[in-house]
């Protein structure tokens, strides 16, 4: 498992160089992507030219934190003269005329930007199957999900196509794949990360963080985004600490909170041997484990999905075919409109002209037409879905029974957290029920697919940090993450932790 920073000695060694390191994970792209297809776009003259110049600022002593550093980004966050489609039918045409906050600070710093990934359309979804460029293959069996919404961020670290990736946290869309496909996955507190040009799913929950494939590269990574952002009045000023340094004093006793909520029905048995035994080898790593209750995490799923749905018809509501995106054909529009009031007229023949005129007000002028036909037509079925059941919670009758009372369950659920972090610093569970599953087994069953965010949802809802990070593999071959929870703005701790899972097994 290489480092950055040992990459970074190679590179001012000269024992290696940026434009070699490129082309090699270009060719791995080449070799790998067609069976993966965790990239959507590479753009290999673009990657080659910003190496070269990269190399020069290495030479010359003036590069940044992150040279070396090839990342893949998620197709939901903005790139200036880039695609950036959200994996749906929607955006696909769409490019984006600024770059996202995250993108700035990480060319800022020399990263290596290489190509964007699959996702799940609009970040909604557990598998990465909802996407118009085709599932994402899970590297370590292609018959296997990735997770999502992140699937293809996670996927392309794993198949080692680049060094990190980008992603985006809704309800565990970074953490879940990563558990998936045995790689990092850090979502930081709600806040510490720009939003700034991420496409928004639900603006209350949504977070961007790393994936690598070692915990020292996501602290660095995370360094490097984290902090306040002029363009996001939601993001935090609270001071960005030195994550490498913090995480590394290893000596200290970090006493590790475990929820028996986690760990009751619906767990995989062989998942939860996976669990236990890393924590009983923690115990001799200078951690203590505590017991810890979260109460009302019971509710966690139906809270979220209300509550994140709401959001996402919100969100949604802006894409109507008019100002951008997909925007259905308007004689197309004129003549179903046309032929629509043939119909009326020939079925009132013998009615009243008050009777034609009452049912020819009653349909919808062609603006709103077009608005529809263009939804319609833009949006997935999973998209579609989220949209209905959010207007559905936020209409007039429901708002009170549905939407208010899941904003009271999350104020519970994040005092549970406030509780049980008096007591411990950090909270461990597993990052998902199972390991992967089969492509296609579960895209009929909505329910069954949103439980696999059971585990990760409560970060989400209590606007902590959280990380996964392999903990073992499963009998069937396939990776199993362990999370680790902390209290906001406690990265450091999640880190600390990380690495000593990390550690075991090496």
Known sequence: MTHLLSVQ???KTG???LPEIADSYLQSIREKNPLINGFVSVDEEDVRKNAVRIQEKIRAGKSGRLAGLVLGIKDVIC???KKVTCASHFLRNFESVYDATVISRLRDEDALLIGRTNMDEFAMGSSTENSIFGSTRNPHNPDFVTGGSSGGSAAVVAAGMCSGSLGSDTGGSIRQPASYCGVVGLRPTYSRVSRYGLVAFASSFDSIGPFTANVTDAALCLSVIAGKDPMDNSSSDTPVPDYLAEMNDQQRTLRIGVPREYFGEGLDPEVRTVIDETLQKLTTRNCRLVPVSLPHMRYGIATYYILATAEASSNLARYDGIRYGHRADSKEVEMELAEEKERIRKEFASSSPAKVDAAMSSMDSPLIRLYKKSRTEGFGTEVKRRILLGTYVL??????????????????IKQDFTEAFKDVDVIVSPTAPT????LGQNLDDPVQMYLNDVYTISANLAGICAVSVPAGVHSNGLPVGIQFMGNVFRESDILNAALRVEELQT
Do not use: C, I
């Open 435 to 438: 390991t992967a599953f089969k």
């Open 79 to 81: 790139e200036k003269g």
């Open 9 to 11: 000695e190679h590179l």
């Open 395 to 412: 209409s007039s009758g429901y708002y009170d029974a549905y939407y208010a009372k899941a904003q009271k369950v999350r104020r519970l």
């Open 15 to 17: 024992q290696t160089s």
